[in-house]
């Protein structure tokens, strides 16, 4: 089953320009949504997170929208920086409050200086 | 910071042996998980435990796998007769509440299962 999707495997974008990296689930009944960001022999790490309630949340560069309707969120980074390439997964838990995630399939971002 | 750290970040191992992967979860959490990616393919989850006792695991966790916390401090993982597509990286996580809507969950660097 793949109830988080994320489409494209790789993006690259310039140095100081906008990233969108994108994402689709099925189920109707995920509430939350995270994402994390992963470098190389490293584990995943927390970015943001945004909840059913919302339609948009913004931490300093990152900000994610979730569109409910189309059971589709983004992730915006801007301005890109070299730093920031990586690989990003979205997540979502199976339940509310559930303490398993879904994971998308990660899109490699190269930010070319 | 505090960290989850994993050992070994890379084990090779022949088709049928049995396999440990240790984890240090973070002091003060409660939450211990383990997730695992197959090369090219998403983070799943494994397993999570709580109060020395499992309180859920996906259809991956068979009862080829088992998780025990031996000593209060380490986390880890056995698989009793590893199988080729065991060959993954295996993922520690901890957090310190059961809800994940926070995002509150840390996971180690990861250990590299190679099956022969």
């Known amino acids: 089953d793949q109830q988080v999707k994320q489409n494209s495997p790789s993006l690259s974008v310039q140095e100081g320009r906008i990233s969108i990296l994108n994402c689709d689930y099925t189920?109707?009944?995920?509430?939350?949504f995270l994402w994390y960001k992963k470098y190389p022999a490293e584990g995943p790490t927390f970015l943001i997170s945004?909840?059913?309630?919302?339609d948009k949340n913004e931490d300093g560069r990152f900000t994610v929208f979730l569109n409910k309707s189309a059971k589709h969120l983004s992730l915006h980074i801007v301005p890109s920086q070299p730093g920031d390439s990586a690989v990003y997964f979205c997540a979502a838990p199976d339940r509310t409050g559930a303490n398993n995630l879904f994971f998308g399939t990660g899109t490699r971002l190269t930010v070319i200086p | 910071e505090p960290e989850v750290t994993q050992t070994p970040s890379h084990q090779v191992t022949q088709m049928g042996q049995e396999v440990i992967l240790r984890c240090v979860p973070i002091?003060?959490?409660?939450?211990f998980y383990w997730y695992r990616q197959i090369l090219g393919q998403k983070v799943e989850f494994l397993v999570s435990?709580?109060?020395?006792?499992?309180?859920?695991k996906s259809e991956i966790f068979d009862d080829q796998f088992s998780v025990e916390r031996p000593d209060g401090s380490n986390f880890t993982l056995k698989i009793r007769s590893t199988k080729l597509e065991d060959s993954a990286m295996y993922f520690c996580?901890?957090?310190?509440?059961?809800?994940?809507?926070?995002?509150?969950?840390?996971f180690g660097e990861g250990s590299r299962l190679t099956v022969l």
């Open positions: 996580a901890s957090s310190a509440r059961s809800s994940l809507n926070t995002g509150e969950l840390f």
């Open positions: 002091s003060n959490h409660l939450y």
């Open positions: 189920n109707s009944m995920f509430d939350y």
């Open positions: 945004i909840s059913s309630i919302k």
């Open positions: 435990f709580y109060n020395n006792e499992i309180s859920e």
